[in-house]
């Protein structure tokens, strides 16, 4: 059984360098700056544009939602925001969700935040939410990513070929999970 108190009330997460806090409308303007951002657009797939009231509406359901648990990533040691780490799409009948995490910081590339952050996220969903399956889309010109997910145990699953237009290219999207079962890194 799922425990949707652990999503509607998501717990603060602590790593060694990091903290997850729950997202909110608190963190507007920097998730404004990511969705802003072009590169941190191309590695999302992110076609769409946002205007600040949407991103504050949306910031301030997300934070009362019972399906889905969203954290702001923080640096712990000077609160630097980094990016934000999603659980959600739940399928409580099949105790499954994606994944979806988001760095918008030069201060991340090749920091290790990223793996730090995946980890925290997959412990709590299985752990603590008790969910079986977490997967995860990445797109084929992130390799750093993939690497990333494989490094936290994610194991890859197919193809959706073409899956993603951008600038005249289709791009393949990746499909990786893992479950409750797999051995954890």
């Not at 600040?52 to 990533?73: C, M, N, P, Y």
């Not at 923080?74 to 780490?85: E, I, T």
Request: proline fraction near 3%; aromatic fraction near 8%; charge should be neutral.
């Amino acid at each position: 059984m799922v425990n949707t108190a652990a999503l509607a009330s998501p717990a603060t997460l602590t790593t060694g360098r990091l903290r997850l806090v729950p997202l909110g409308t608190e963190h507007l303007d920097h998730v404004m700056e990511g969705l802003q951002d072009e590169e941190f657009r191309r590695l999302t797939g992110t076609h769409q544009r946002f205007t600040r009231d949407t991103v504050e509406r949306f910031l301030g359901r997300v934070a009362q939602a019972d399906d889905r648990a969203d954290w702001a990533i923080l640096r712990a040691s000077d609160k630097l925001y980094l990016g934000d780490v999603v659980l959600n799409e739940l399928d409580p009948d099949n105790r499954s969700m994606n994944f979806r995490i988001a760095l918008n910081s030069p201060a991340t590339v090749n920091q290790g935040y990223g793996t730090e952050a995946t980890r925290a996220v997959v412990r709590y969903g299985l752990d603590t939410v008790g969910l079986h399956r977490i997967s995860l889309g990445v797109y084929a010109f992130n390799p750093r990513a993939r690497r990333v997910y494989e490094k936290c145990g994610f194991v890859h699953e197919g193809i959706d070929r073409g899956a993603l237009f951008w600038q005249g290219e289709w791009v393949d999207l990746h499909r990786m999970a893992i479950l409750a079962t797999d051995v954890r890194p």
